[in-house]
């Protein structure tokens, strides 16, 4: 007998964007290509403190950062590991700030690239510190 598969457990957009790469035949809209800092609203990144747009509504920045499908397909990266909560807990931010419309990918990718954007001056200095000439 047949495996039965249960349809409210298929990421749609998951799937379709697995198989988008740079493709310009695809409308803009539906590529999902714009980022943080090409979007209109945002404002410059700070180096002293984390990033913040200033919204009143705090799940609408939350979301408009991180609830977000990523640019790239997930299989043009690579594979890591990260612990069972965290697996657990980003899931259910997922399912339930995100409705189920974000990936575990994007958003991962979502939270590392606003990462970078806050601290880029931060790791540049500390890895040049750490990365001197033997010369």
Do not use: C
């Not at 957009?13 to 409308?27: E, V, Y």
């Not at 714009?34 to 403190?49: C, G, M, N, W, Y």
Request: glycine share 2%.
């Amino acid at each position: 007998m047949a495996k039965k598969t249960n349809i409210e457990d298929i990421d749609e957009n998951f799937i379709i964007n697995s198989f988008r790469q740079d493709d310009l035949t695809i409308p803009p809209a539906a590529r999902a290509t714009e980022t943080a800092s090409e979007s209109e609203d945002a404002e410059p990144v700070s180096r002293e403190e984390p990033r913040r747009r200033k919204t009143k509504n705090k799940e609408t920045d939350y979301r408009s950062l991180f609830l977000k499908e990523a640019a790239i397909p997930a299989r043009i990266g690579k594979t890591v590991y990260i612990r069972k909560e965290y697996h657990e807990r980003i899931q259910l931010i997922l399912r339930v700030i995100g409705k189920d419309e974000v990936s575990l990918f994007s958003y991962i990718d979502n939270v590392l690239a606003h990462h970078f954007e806050t601290y880029q001056a931060e790791i540049t200095e500390l890895y040049n510190e750490h990365n001197r000439s033997i010369f």
